[in-house]
């Protein structure tokens, strides 16, 4: 088995700004573009780290999410507050049980997954795991696929509570948990963006490596 | 290093110092969303107020989840389930209440739903059309804390913390009186009614009423109540007069109440005070009359148009009233006569009634009987009158009539009997009657009989007239006619003469003309004498021409 030949392996960096490829040192940490000055790395600096806080924030931000309501809705009818489970239980009861699905998989179901995909990729690069790594990397890459349509809700919402302001007839204003909910979506982009997905090979090229 | 066999021009990068790392900042975001959770997550838990139980009769309009719970239109709280109570009779509502409203559910807090309501009083609950029922709610006094309650069927009318008094009105009927009915002051609504109930023998009706704060100070201690239901209208020397209270309270029914103005304002009635409830203004303000005789006035007219409670009047001044009217037809009496039994209140009479003030009551009567007996043999009688031409209403009148019969007032019987003198209508009607018989005896038959000898005389007088002026036309009138003609034909003929053209005219003409040739003849005849007197006798000469 000849060993994988990877940029960094042969101590190559590209500059990300002005894409000069450059030498790096093997035990240089911090460096900069020798044309346009913009920092180098081989691999993202602190990405496990950030990737962390950023998933934590967003597990945290999970529950208010779901358990505040998303949705203020006062009318001549009274005024309700809704949330996103109450929202799916509604349209369940109402017989859109289509809609209920589809909210439900885009609010719960998604953030959920991606929060548990996201740990679960963290973990197994820390522990430096050879498992599966074409899995995992396809298990990002559908992670990063999948981040832009979760602000299905938030969208709606913001749609509503600007079309939606007759004054006393009827107004729609934001609740707190449209805020948390759309804050676990950016955080968890965030998150995604800030792991490394070269990580997962790095293990695999080493484990190569040692075998040859 | 290993170096890259196809790239050997690759430049170096320019390595940094290594930056010494502290905690990367990153991790403030999670530190920050746990604060922010941990405290949403606090502040939920403290404002979770208590959960109740409230017991309704039935769950109509309400929903578990939906259904509000409101104090003074705040919500409070939220219905969380609704369920059946154990023994099936009726619904148990569970709810949550904020954690401010905490201690306004106490141990006498009241509980009712709130649905559209339409009463005397108004319309209630409109915006319950729309959202729904809701459930109201009213603070209790006590601070005993209670989560387990008993819904009212019907909203309290009076909230608690209003200020004001209730009092107890007494009615004999309810008239339409109801929960709400507006309570008036000088037409201002200033209360209501807030609960009324049958008396336990069902002999009239205790209504409670309830006056608000600034306008309670007005009910006294001699205020009066009545229904101010309808119209009162009144016809007096002054107009047509016609009292109401306002719109809603001559349609839906009121009570209004008012103080007597002559008396000086006494103390405000305390709240509880009992009332009576008086069926119209005037009977609420009609005098209190402690003092009270008996008479019994007996008439020989119809009585017709008159009516137990019509007024005894003194020269205008009424005194009394008719208690009661009754035939009497004891064989005592030779003929049926009308006894009409009178109420008389004589402290309406000052004098009598300064009199009364002095002595006591023993002394008082006799003092009544001596002056009623006094006033007697001046003359002083009933007489009944006619108080409404239209309507032939009687009232009785009591007055002096100088010119009446002697009379006594029999002290001894209960009730005395007033001595009466027929009156008003009555003495017109004899009088009427006498000029009746008065025409009556008029001897209409002869003096037909002579009117009509008189006529026929008149006929023959008449007659003789047509022949004589017959006779004259059939004799008299040729002979004019002939006069006539020749009377015409002589002016015929002295026109004819006198005419321009006429012979006579001409002939005369000719005449004066010769006379005026032989008048010129003599006028030279003259002139020659003159000249030559003697031509008269020598004839002309010519010398003598000039």
């Known amino acids: 088995m000849t060993p994988e ?8 960096a590209v500059c990300h700004a002005c894409d000069l490829v450059s030498r790096l040192g093997r035990d240089v940490h911090a460096a900069h573009c020798p044309r346009c000055g913009a920092s180098v790395h081989l691999r993202k600096p602190g990405s496990i780290a950030r990737s962390w806080a950023l998933l934590i924030t967003a597990a945290v931000l999970y529950v208010p999410a779901n358990v505040l309501p998303i949705m203020h809705t006062g009318s001549l009818f009274g005024a309700q507050s809704d949330t996103i489970l ?14 209920a699905v589809i909210v439900f998989v885009a609010s719960i179901v998604v953030p959920l997954a991606k929060l548990i995909a996201l740990a679960f990729l963290l973990v197994s690069v820390q522990r430096r795991s050879t498992w599966q790594p074409m899995q995992r990397a396809k298990l990002y890459r559908a992670v990063e696929f999948v981040g832009k349509w979760s602000m299905l809700d938030v969208y709606v919402v913001a749609l509503l509570a600007t079309l939606v302001h007759f004054q006393s007839l009827a107004t729609i204003t934001a609740g707190t948990g449209a805020v948390a909910f759309g804050a676990v979506v950016v955080t968890t982009m965030f998150a995604a963006m800030a792991f490394d997905p070269r990580l997962i090979w790095d293990p695999v090229s080493e484990a190569r490596a040692r075998r040859a | 290093m290993p170096e890259s066999p196809g790239l050997p021009d690759v430049p170096e990068a320019v390595a940094e110092p290594p930056r010494r790392h502290s905690l ?5 975001l999670p530190v920050i969303a746990i604060a922010v959770g941990g405290w949403l997550a606090v502040r939920a838990i403290l404002e979770h107020g208590p959960t109740i139980t409230i017991t309704f009769r039935s769950a109509e309009g309400l929903e578990a989840g939906k259904t509000k719970i409101r104090f003074k239109e705040v919500e ?110 000088r037409r201002l609504e200033v209360g209501e009614v807030i609960a009324y109930d049958l008396d336990e023998d069902g002999s009239g009706f205790n209504v409670r009423v309830f006056v608000n704060a600034p306008y309670d100070r007005f009910v006294r201690r001699n205020t009066r109540f009545w229904q101010a239901s309808g119209i009162d209208v009144a016809l007096s020397a002054s107009g047509l007069q016609v009292n109401t209270e306002s719109f809603s309270a001559m349609l839906l029914g009121g009570i209004a109440f008012g103080t007597p ?83 008389v209140f004589p402290r309406r009479l000052r004098r009598l009634a300064r009199e009364a003030k002095e002595k006591d009551a023993e002394t008082t009567e006799t003092d009544i009987h001596t002056q009623i007996d006094r006033m007697v043999a001046a003359g002083f ?26 009379a006594q007032v029999d002290w001894n019987k209960s009730p005395p009997e007033l001595p009466t003198i027929s009156g008003g209508l009555q003495e017109l009607q004899t009088t009427l009657t006498s000029i009746a018989t008065k025409l ?10 002579d009117l009509r000898q008189s006529l026929q005389s008149l006929d023959r007088m008449l007659g003789g007239v047509d022949t004589l002026v017959r006779r004259l036309d059939a004799e008299l009138t040729p002979e004019v006619k002939a006069t006539l003609a020749e009377a015409r034909r ?57």
Do not use: C
């Not at chain 2, 009556?440 to 009989?449: N, V, W």
């Not at chain 2, 005449?511 to 005849?525: D, G, H, N, V």
């Open chain 1, 5 to 12: 030949t990877t940029a960094a392996s042969a101590g190559l």
């Open chain 1, 86 to 99: 109450s929202g799916i239980v509604y349209l369940w009861h109402a017989g859109s049980w289509d809609l």
């Open chain 2, 24 to 28: 990367p900042l990153v991790w403030l």
């Open chain 2, 76 to 185: 409070i709280g939220t219905v969380t389930a609704i369920t059946l109570s154990s023994d099936r009779t009726g619904v148990v509502v569970t709810a949550d209440i904020a954690k401010s409203a905490e201690n306004l559910i106490v141990e006498d807090t009241r509980f009712w739903v709130v649905r559209p309501r339409i009463t005397g009083g108004g319309i209630s609950g409109i915006g319950t059309l729309l959202s729904g029922a809701y459930i109201g709610m009213d603070d209790g006094d006590s601070t005993t804390a209670r989560r387990s309650f008993i819904g009212l069927e019907a909203p309290p009318v009076l909230t608690a913390g209003l200020p004001g008094s209730e009092y107890k009105l007494r009615a004999d009927s309810l008239g339409s009186i109801t929960f709400g009915t507006p309570v008036y002051f």
């Open chain 2, 261 to 343: 103005p002559d008396a000086a304002p006494p103390q405000p009635a305390d709240a509880g005070t009992p009332f009576t409830l008086f069926d119209t203004r005037a009977a609420a303000f009609k005098r209190e009359d402690t003092v009270e005789q008996r008479y019994v006035a007996v008439f020989r007219e119809s009585v017709r148009g008159l009516e137990v409670g019509a007024p005894v009047d003194f020269r205008g001044i009424i005194i009394g009233e008719v208690s009661a009217i009754e035939v009497d037809f004891s064989p005592g009496r030779k003929e049926v006569v009308m006894a009409v039994e009178l109420r």
């Open chain 2, 381 to 406: 009688r009933a007489q009944l009158r006619t108080g409404n031409l239209i309507t032939g209403q009687l009232y009785v009148a009591l007055d002096f009539f100088p010119k009446a019969a002697k």
């Open chain 2, 440 to 449: 009556d005896k008029i001897p209409y038959d002869k003096i037909s009989d």
């Open chain 2, 490 to 546: 002589t002016i015929a003929s002295a026109e004819r003469t006198l005419a321009a053209d006429s012979p006579m005219q001409q002939e005369t003409r000719e005449a004066l003309r010769e006379i005026a040739r032989a008048a010129a003849s003599l006028r030279a005849l003259t002139d020659l004498l003159e000249r030559q007197p003697g031509a008269l006798i020598r004839g002309k000469t010519e010398e003598a021409l000039p």
